[in-house]
């Protein structure tokens, strides 16, 4: 039966098939401790608290992608050209992590004093700013670096590393009887976050070396070239972000609450899809203009589309019983999830195609199509939030993600 389908796609698996299966395997391990993580913090805060600390948390998100400026995916573009460089692709992603996510921090603390509301305090929001702008781009460069040597099994520990620090720091504050404010958890997210990367050293070193510093690409060398990237990665992932943002400021911590709770569920489904197209992407870059290169893309699509349905029909199925998982405030995660049941399959098709353009040397293309996603988002959330409620952050995602995969597409039979 296996040589059958291996007949009929054309592909058979190899170092490549593994990598996959080992990363996804990873990123399952991760959505299971976020899981975990979700449902503590959404207890221990209630629908408001956690509301408000989800809102500033995705505010830093926002920014996230631009932490590292592209670096990761430079990483892997230049080792899967020359593997010697592997150590000083390293070294270049520490470095622009840290110039970039500081610079990064100190915008997110002005927007949360002078432009939101509803926030944080200053300290808490810094300690919000220093874990999802350094801490954890850090451990997705390191991610990256995994997936283009092609050793799955170190990314699948790698990625769970950071979310695990914060699930143990969070549950010593339990046990130690905290108060379950915004505040406190904001302090032990980047506690657990400091634990979580400092392991991630450790394995890195284990694997490759230490970074070589002298060898590093020069910082304006690696800005100039990670730029394009970096556009695309804050475009793709902030209009998954703002949306919460906009929900915390327009319709208040209450509702932002439940929203986010069934956005973080279903985006726990999208974790092996992520883990596919980034084993794979390094690989398509490497047989870009091979005869190979179409098969690979293939077996991409069918297995992403396979999966992203299937996820969908799962969250269908459990929708009723998640949100039992979370409490009395949180009885509108189940209507929620029926709106954001299709999101895996269109945003597994949106991945996939988006990852050929790039292996196309289209990544300014792309990057363009996603700033105009992030638009389209913002635009939407806005006229429809007053109106609609938090169904609207939900229908423009979907909206935004078939429009992005229409653009790709043209761009790409284009090419």
Not at 312 to 321: A, W
Request: with cysteine; glycine share 8%.
């Amino acid at each position: 039966m296996s040589n059958r389908i291996n007949t009929l796609i054309g592909y058979r698996p190899g170092k490549l098939g593994r990598g996959a299966l080992l990363g996804t395997a990873g990123l399952v391990m991760r959505a299971l401790i976020q899981a975990c993580y979700l449902m503590i913090l959404s207890r221990w805060l209630g629908a408001s608290g956690y509301g408000l600390f989800a809102g500033c948390v995705a505010l830093a998100v926002l920014g996230a992608p631009l932490a590292n400026w592209g670096s990761s995916l430079l990483l892997t573009r230049y080792i899967a050209q020359d593997r010697g460089r592997s150590r000083a692709m390293w070294a270049t992603a520490i470095t622009q992590t840290v110039v970039v996510g500081s610079l990064l921090a100190l915008v997110v603390l002005g927007l949360s004093t002078w432009v939101l509301q509803e926030t944080l305090p200053l300290a808490p929001m810094l300690l919000l700013a220093l874990s999802e702008l350094i801490l954890l781009p850090m451990a997705w460069a390191a991610a990256s670096q995994c997936y283009a040597l092609e050793r799955g099994g170190t990314s699948a520990v790698v990625v769970c590393l950071v979310p695990l620090g914060r699930a143990m720091v969070v549950v010593a504050c339990l046990l130690l009887g905290l108060a379950g404010t915004p505040d406190v958890v904001a302090i032990a997210h980047f506690a657990g976050s400091v634990v979580g990367c400092a392991a991630i050293f450790i394995v890195m070193a284990r694997l490759d070396g230490w970074p070589k510093w002298h060898e590093r690409l020069p910082l304006g060398v690696a800005t100039r070239q990670g730029t394009a990237y970096a556009l695309s990665s804050v475009a793709s992932t902030s209009y998954q972000e703002v949306d919460k943002v906009l929900m915390l400021q327009l319709l208040g911590a209450a509702v932002a609450g439940p929203y986010t709770v069934a956005f973080r569920v279903v985006s726990i489904f999208l974790m092996p899809i992520s883990a596919l197209v980034s084993a794979t992407l390094p690989r398509l870059i490497a047989q870009h203009g091979n005869i190979q290169a179409p098969r690979t893309f293939r077996v991409l699509v069918l297995v992403a589309s396979a999966y992203g349905l299937l996820a969908g029909v799962v969250i269908l199925l459990s929708r009723s019983f998640i949100p039992r998982l979370f409490g009395a405030d949180y009885g509108q995660v189940a209507d929620l999830l029926l709106l954001l049941a299709p999101w895996p399959l269109f945003c597994a098709l949106r991945q996939c195609w988006a990852a050929k353009l790039t292996a196309m040397n289209g990544q300014a293309t792309r990057s363009m199509l996603e700033i105009l996603g992030f638009l389209l988002v913002v635009l939407l959330n806005l006229m429809l939030l007053p109106h609609v409620g938090a169904q609207a952050s939900a229908i423009s995602l979907l909206l935004t993600e078939v429009v992005v995969l229409i653009g790709v597409l043209i761009f790409v039979e284009r090419k």
